[in-house]
């Protein structure tokens, strides 16, 4: 092995993971494609460059993200510290100034002796590796020639090119004085019970699918609400082809009154067990984690813009208080089958020395990729070194908590962002919304500072 370690891709994740490597005195070959060649959702010859919104989210530690931030500026990220350099006004969120933000990333990277940029489309993965450590963090506008090389690399069906999600809520969020559990056609019937009786059967049941019955009324109420939301804009490159083998609901919808009832709304096999009948539509929540703290919407692929799905989601009875941890999406997002392929050091597990970081793990958002890019270059330091080491961070934490989500089996995987609900509980149950988030916070910190 050649006395470098190599990195492909330097967007946040393969900057941050530069420079944690260098930090540690290890030389650092960085590749970027830019400015010989662009993505087409890139533009600019910066390093780190932020192609959507300036913001990193909110700074509240009573917020994922702005924990995770935290986390990290007590492991000494360049990229949060650079953020917090450059940052405009914002209120509570931590937005940047995104040209001066790219630009002092790039300044750092490029004034590091370690660290040799090359400006070079990298195609062949397997090649370089022979040589070295490797980390790819391209991110989810990954070239097509280097998409095939990790698609020869990793074998058939392990990479995905179109990111079709839907929403996902939290367990505790979900009404169950409306809701039910039961599989389609196997949901128990017992008629005869009273409604406590039924409602502690519920609680201590704790199967696949959450269903929500609806009525004509709340149907048609949400139905008319669904046709008429608000989509976000795709990118010209994104319109070819991003609804080919997965519409999304709101153009499911329109089809006409009745077609989401005979899709992924029908109530075929279900009584609802308030009423012993059966239900004029049903949503189907399907377990997401393996702790069943999270559920997301079955076939509810959407477009819509976030605000817009979190009201007319809302709309759907048991919902009305949902916590989405996640919206759904439908964009053009290069992202392996980490679950199947990587452990909790992004490391893939039929591979010696190759590692993935950013949002081609799975991870969504900048600050998310940051994380995978500090957690990835420490492991490969640890291997470079033959330590026999691992660095895994504890599930409590965000970083870690992330690191365990994209890791853990998971046959219905999707790309997801930090959120508390992916942590695992308290010992103590506590109601208070903010008062559990901050509890947790301080918790993950004080993980982090051991």
Request: one cysteine or more; charged letters at 30%.
């Amino acid at each position: 092995m050649d006395k470098y370690i190599t990195i492909i891709g330097a967007g946040l994740a393969g900057c941050e993971a530069a420079y944690q490597i260098a930090k540690r005195g290890i030389k650092v070959k960085l590749y970027e494609m830019k400015p010989i060649k662009f993505s087409p959702a890139h533009s600019n010859e910066n390093l780190a460059e932020i192609v959507c919104s300036n913001s990193f989210k909110s700074n509240l530690l009573t917020n994922a993200c702005g924990l995770l931030k935290e986390e990290l500026r007590n492991l000494d990220s360049l990229l949060i510290r650079i953020a917090d350099k450059t940052a405009v006004p914002a209120g509570q969120a931590l937005a940047v100034d995104r040209e001066k933000f790219s630009e002092e990333v790039t300044n750092t990277i490029k004034s590091n002796p370690l660290i040799e940029i090359i400006n070079e489309e990298v195609t062949d993965i397997e090649s370089i590796a022979k040589r070295s450590i490797v980390i790819v963090a391209t991110g989810p506008l990954t070239s097509e020639k280097l998409s095939e090389s990790i698609s020869k690399l990793l074998g058939e069906n392990k990479l995905y090119f179109y990111d079709a999600a839907a929403p996902i809520v939290t367990k505790e969020s979900i009404d169950f004085n409306i809701a039910f559990y039961g599989d389609r056609y196997e949901q128990e019937k017992k008629k005869d019970e009273d409604v406590e009786t039924w409602k502690k059967r519920q609680r201590n049941n704790n199967p696949s699918y959450i269903n929500l019955p609806m009525n004509e009324e709340q149907y048609t109420k949400f139905y008319n609400n669904l046709i008429n939301a608000e989509v976000s804009t795709l990118h010209d490159f994104e319109k070819r082809e991003i609804f080919e083998g997965c519409m999304p609901i709101e153009i499911m919808a329109k089809r006409g009154i009745d077609t989401l009832r005979f899709g992924p709304l029908k109530p075929v096999g279900f009584d609802d067990p308030r009423t012993a009948k059966r239900p004029y539509a049903v949503v189907q929540l399907r377990q997401d984690d393996y702790e069943a703290t999270l559920y997301n919407l079955v076939g509810f692929q959407t477009n819509l813009k976030f605000g817009e799905q979190k009201r007319a989601f809302s709309m759907i009875p048991g919902l009305e208080n949902a916590e989405f941890v996640k919206y759904g999406v439908m964009h053009r997002n290069t992202y392996i089958n980490s679950p199947k392929l990587l452990d909790k050091t992004y490391k893939l597990k039929n591979f010696k020395n190759i590692y993935f970081a950013g949002q081609i793990t799975g991870v969504e958002g900048y600050v998310e990729s940051i994380s995978s890019g500090l957690v990835a270059a420490l492991n490969a330091v640890e291997e470079y070194n033959n330590t026999n080491k691992r660095i895994e961070f504890p599930k409590e934490t965000i970083i870690g908590a992330l690191a365990e989500y994209i890791s853990f089996p998971n046959e219905k995987f999707q790309p997801m962002n930090a959120n508390f609900g992916i942590l695992p509980e308290l010992d103590k149950k506590i109601k208070d919304k903010k008062l559990k988030y901050q509890k947790l916070a301080e918790r993950s910190i004080e993980k982090i500072k051991m």
